[in-house]
């Protein structure tokens, strides 16, 4: 079985601050860990994934994460935020037992503040 | 590149009415489609996976009559909601999936629903 946990429903952080956004995970097989963002009333879109290879992935928008096996993380991170970034962020997770089936964490709203 | 369209983008229908919407990959094939459900600041709930020219598979708690699923070719999945009711108002989106082993899911903008 997998499952997904987001800490914190909400965040909130500072224009031109760092972004944190925490994931972890649980997985029975080599997981595969996506972020997504989603807009208002809009679908979502994908910012990176992790399938194999280098634990540490860059997305888009200045977005990166970093798989952590030991940690069973996959944190979100940006250097610096924009007002832009406002939005809501899923991480999701799947495996090759899963028939392409993403599970989804809670979702993370990230509030930018001027 | 892997853009998926949904159609219409909002739909509001009398209860017992039936509505149907569309999901199309644009430009890609896609092996399977995912239609979910989301609730107002909640996550999102599978509802059913379809596979081009097979039966969809439903999640618990589904009910297969009211939500039928259709996917008719590598391109378009629909979904009809039948005999529709206000409880069945939410925010629907589709996925679909290359199934190159790579797993990510592509997403539609979104179909809002109302049922007055």
């Known amino acids: 079985a997998q499952s997904v946990t987001q800490l914190g429903s909400h965040v909130s952080v500072s224009e031109g601050a760092l972004v944190l956004l925490r994931c972890n995970y649980s997985s029975s097989v080599p997981p595969y860990l996506f972020w997504y963002v989603q807009y208002p009333n809009q679908g979502l879109q994908l910012l990176l994934k992790?399938?194999?290879?280098?634990?540490l992935v860059k997305g888009i928008n200045g977005f990166e994460a970093e798989f952590k096996k030991s940690e069973t993380s996959f944190h979100l991170t940006k250097p610096s935020a924009h007002m832009s970034d406002a939005a809501e962020y899923f991480c999701?997770?799947?495996?090759?037992?899963?028939?392409?089936?993403?599970?989804f964490g809670q979702g993370t709203e990230l509030s930018v503040k001027p | 590149g892997a853009v998926v369209s949904q159609h219409p983008s909002r739909v509001i229908c009398k209860s017992g009415t039936s509505v149907k919407i569309e999901c199309r990959s644009l430009?890609?094939?896609?092996?399977?489609m995912f239609w979910y459900r989301q609730f107002p600041k909640q996550s999102l709930m599978l509802m059913a996976t379809?596979?081009?020219?097979?039966?969809?598979?439903?999640e618990q708690g589904v009910e297969k009559d009211k939500f039928l699923i259709n996917h008719a070719s590598l391109t378009l999945s629909t979904l009809t909601v039948t005999s529709a009711h206000p409880e069945d108002s939410s925010f629907y989106i589709c996925?679909?999936?290359?199934?190159?082993?790579?797993?990510?899911?592509?997403f539609g903008p979104g179909t809002r629903l109302t049922v007055t």
């Open positions: 992790y399938t194999t290879g280098a634990t």
């Open positions: 996925s679909a999936s290359l199934g190159l082993g790579g797993y990510e899911q592509y």
């Open positions: 999701a997770v799947t495996g090759s037992n899963q028939g392409g089936k993403l599970i």
């Open positions: 379809s596979n081009e020219g097979s039966k969809a598979t439903y």
């Open positions: 430009d890609f094939q896609a092996t399977t």
